[in-house]
């Protein structure tokens, strides 16, 4: 992807694309090295809580795709014919006088190849999944109640309306020449705001002030600022949406301070400064190579207040 701005970027093109994301940067708090395998895709393993918090962003900040993409899966009571275990099939090949032995899909070869009009519940899911994104039940009701909340919600609601979801911004940045890259949770531009959504299972003030410095969202809303600046939009500033996960899925709504903001900026230049160094050197270490002294923490000695 060249410098510009996108809209309608597939999930999959965005995080394939070159240059370097505020998620890669934030690695640079614990190692190069560690920087290094994110952006080669090292450390990107797919858990069920990312996966939840894509399916949300697009619960609530698209929500004409969700509801075009995303469906429960359909239900057995309505297939009554279907065949899905291995004893439904093994009975159901006993019945034609087939042989009933081998694994799952020896049993439907041989079901198909004797009566190519055969209800297969497999062949109905897999018909449902050309067309959708399959949930679960707790998923879809977790999506459901969030929009419901962010609805009722007249601030929150209003944050979402009059912008763009899902921008993708693309720089080069002028200090070092790195290509940095962004992707926008929600942008208005008659604002010059940028909205990030954070599901989380405490939306209050204090348990949320906590996640910001161990996330490190302070440093992605500086660099996401910068970007947005960088290609020619207005950027002024920066607002969490944090949303929770159990209902009664409560918001907290939260500006970033001035304060906040410079010194997400301070380490978001630090790290890219590191990040170029380490790219023109070809050196990313990890830890420090020595040994040394250990102690025990306050809270283990009883030393802490």
């Known amino acids: 992807m060249k410098p510009g701005i996108y809209d309608g970027c597939p999930d999959t093109d965005y995080h394939s694309a070159p240059g370097v994301s505020s998620s890669i ?3 640079m708090g614990r190692s190069p090295a560690h920087c290094r395998a994110k952006r080669d895709g090292d450390r990107d ?40 275990t291995v004893e439904e099939l093994k009975s159901r090949c006993e019945t034609e006088g087939l042989p009933k032995t081998g694994k799952k899909d020896d049993l439907i070869t041989r079901l198909r190849e004797h009566d190519k009009d055969i209800e297969l519940w497999d062949d109905i899911l897999a018909e449902y999944r050309e067309n959708k994104i399959l949930l ?31 921008r993708t911004l693309v720089w080069e940045d002028e200090a070092t020449g790195e290509l940095c890259r962004a992707r926008m949770d929600y942008y208005r531009e008659d604002l010059g705001m940028i909205f990030d959504l954070k599901s989380c299972r405490d939306a209050r ?4 002030q906590r996640d910001i410095p161990r996330y490190g969202y302070h440093i992605s809303a500086a660099m996401y600022l910068e970007g947005a600046r960088a290609c020619g939009l207005k950027a002024t500033g920066f607002a969490w949406l944090a949303i929770e996960k159990e209902p009664p899925y409560a918001i907290g709504l939260y500006m970033a301070s001035a304060e906040m903001l410079m010194e997400g900026d301070d380490r978001f230049r630090e790290y890219l400064d590191l990040y170029h160094a380490c790219r023109e050197t070809g050196s990313w270490p990890a ?7 250990i102690e025990l923490p306050a809270w283990a000695t009883g030393q802490q207040d």
């Open 136 to 166: 679960s039940e707790s998923d879809m009701e977790l999506c459901q109640g969030v929009m419901a909340s962010v609805a009722a919600h007249g601030k929150a609601m209003k944050a979402f309306q009059g912008g763009v979801a899902e």
């Open 287 to 293: 830890y420090a190579e020595e040994f040394r002294t």
């Open 205 to 208: 003030h204090d348990p949320f």
């Open 45 to 84: 393993k797919r858990t069920k809580a990312l996966d939840t918090g894509i399916i949300l962003h697009c619960a609530v900040l698209e929500p004409e795709r969700f509801a075009r993409d995303y469906a429960l899966p359909p239900m057995r009571i309505n297939y009554p014919n279907a065949l899905a």
């Open 25 to 27: 940067l934030k690695e």
